[in-house]
């Protein structure tokens, strides 16, 4: 893509008519509901063992689906009706929830449920998000996308930060079990608004007679990896995630022992880089009207090695607070380009594929990178992890480097 039709793309918005704000909703809605679990869940598996294996098994269980099932529910995602398989998946999340809010209320809770728990939900999102990533072009049209991205990524950031974060200690007042309810009722609300989506999902041609899922991904990979500019883009967000897992598994000590800092300076490190994300998204859309999107992916991975890089070398938590807040800036304006050039490049029918190749090695990388990282700081020094992570950076932005010019 030139500079020139970057700028036409980046200009053009999406209107929250048409089935748009709907979809907005019901995504920012079901993110503040998951964002609800995930706060709510470790503290529940640390009331019920001591074990840090099995408190770890909780969220590993999150990662696990999209390694065994990622690029199978891309291949679902690319085969049926995108609308009803997300309206559908969070109706059946939604009972989930519900029963499982109802379990932890009658005191029924266990390790063993909540493993399962956290392995069927997200079992059921590598579908829905594969879904929810191939229906958004037949809700806007193409030179929306860019803009139609940033909101939804501005909105769920939003949601989960500063809307889910502090009501969860207020929820747990009212009983273990009400985050957990209160999940299962924005599951049903956003159910409710996709299934009243009115809007035709992608062409797709006829199936190979005796195509098999196994051949569809296949198909799906190879498409990928023939885009010169897709594939240095999926090299790239796996190097990142890397980085990343080693970053946030160990970012607690980093901020806690090495700087000192306390619970209330990670606490203030989390919010920045929170805050930052969604000042992002005032920023990600006037970027690619400039310069384009690859090259705002590259401008983006190039700042948050800088920033990675003075985590590293510098021992003061007013710089650790700043580079997180102009990471999680820049890692917005990564990810909605990201998504936006899949969109715009995927061919006919491939995008939940290739979709789900993106997912599937950006998951495996973040438990590559916390066990790097893990002994990265175990070996060399707390900083580590995030030297570690800049030297990732540094490999993802090098392979970008060809797509710029």
């Not at 296949?218 to 990343?244: F, H, P, Q, S």
């Not at 980093?254 to 000042?279: C, Q």
Request: one cysteine or more; charged letters at 10%.
């Amino acid at each position: 893509m030139t500079t020139a039709e970057a700028v036409d793309t980046a200009r053009a918005t999406p209107t929250w008519s048409g089935g748009f704000g709907r979809l907005w909703t019901a995504a920012v809605v079901s993110k503040f509901g998951d964002s609800l679990r995930t706060a709510a869940m470790p503290l529940l598996a640390a009331s019920l063992t001591g074990d840090p294996l099995l408190i770890a098994s909780v969220t590993a269980c999150g990662y696990l689906p999209w390694l065994l099932f990622g690029l199978l529910g891309g291949a679902l995602a690319d085969r049926v009706d995108q609308r009803r398989a997300m309206w559908a998946v969070d109706l059946v999340r939604g009972v989930l929830m519900a029963a499982f809010a109802v379990a932890v209320a009658l005191g029924h809770a266990s390790i063993a449920l909540l493993i399962a728990v956290a392995f069927a939900l997200t079992t059921l999102q590598t579908l829905f998000d594969n879904a929810a990533t191939a229906l958004l072009p037949s809700l806007v049209p193409a030179e929306a996308l860019g803009s139609a991205n940033t909101r939804l990524a501005t909105g769920q950031q939003m949601a989960g930060t500063f809307l889910a974060g502090p009501l969860v200690p207020v929820l747990l007042v009212a009983g273990a079990a009400a985050p957990y309810a209160a999940d299962a009722a924005t599951y049903g609300l956003a159910a409710l608004l996709v299934a009243s989506l009115r809007v035709a999902g992608p062409e797709r041609g006829p199936r190979k007679a005796g195509s098999t899922l196994r051949a569809e991904i296949a198909e799906g990979l190879r498409a990928l990896w023939r885009d010169r500019t897709l594939r240095a883009l999926c090299i790239a967000t796996t190097l990142c995630n890397i980085g990343m897992g080693a970053l946030i598994a160990t970012l607690v000590l980093h901020v806690t022992r090495r700087l000192d800092a306390g619970n209330g300076g990670y606490a203030a490190v989390i919010t920045a880089y929170g805050a930052g994300a969604v000042a992002g998204g005032l920023l990600a859309r006037r970027m690619s009207e400039r310069i384009g999107r690859i090259r705002s992916v590259f401008l983006a991975g190039t700042v948050q090695t800088g920033c990675l890089f003075a985590m590293g070398t510098v021992r003061e938590l007013w710089v650790t607070i700043a580079a997180m807040a102009l990471f999680g800036l820049m890692g917005l304006v990564w990810n909605t380009n990201q998504v936006t050039l899949m969109q715009e490049r995927s061919p006919e029918g491939m995008l939940g594929r290739i979709g789900s190749a993106f997912r599937t090695a950006a998951v495996a990388g973040a438990p590559l990178g916390a066990v790097l990282g893990g002994a990265a700081a175990a070996g060399w020094g707390l900083n580590t992890p995030a030297l570690l992570a800049a030297g990732l950076f540094t490999l993802a932005v090098a392979s970008l480097t060809p797509q710029i010019n």
